[in-house]
């Protein structure tokens, strides 16, 4: 199993930075993608930011530019930079893994953390 837990939410005035954190823990391996998808109120969850096994980092459109994504194996961390936040970035942000072998694709998601900006 694993286990994902995040920390670093808060509330942010609008243009401000936060920085997220996911610590993953138990048994970690095969993993294809690591990342963040958040939720707003009444949309769907979304790709914020997610690294592939090999490394390459993908974004969701809104936050290009202004996110970043990234990791420290030795620590088991994955990392979310947020600058120039906007109030439409008020989510719940929630820390994915995926692991997959010849068995298939599992996905593990974190409580996930809220973020709320202010305009």
């Known amino acids: 199993q694993v286990q994902l837990v995040e920390s670093g939410g808060g509330l942010v005035q609008a243009g401000g930075s936060l920085r997220l954190s996911c610590a993953a823990s138990?048994?970690?391996?095969?993993?294809?993608?690591v990342g963040w998808y958040r939720q707003a109120p009444g949309k769907q969850r979304e790709l914020v930011a997610s690294?592939?096994?090999?490394?390459?980092?993908e974004y969701g459109g809104s936050v290009k530019g202004r996110f970043t994504i990234s990791s420290d194996n030795t620590k088991r961390t994955v990392y979310l930079q947020m600058n120039s936040l906007k109030p439409e970035d008020t989510a719940v942000y929630y820390c994915?893994?995926?692991?997959?072998?010849?068995?298939?694709?599992?996905?593990?998601w974190g409580q996930g953390t809220q973020v709320t900006v202010s305009s």
């Open positions: 994915h893994l995926a692991r997959s072998n010849w068995a298939g694709r599992t996905d593990y």
């Open positions: 138990g048994t970690i391996f095969s993993i294809s993608a």
């Open positions: 690294l592939s096994g090999g490394g390459t980092a």
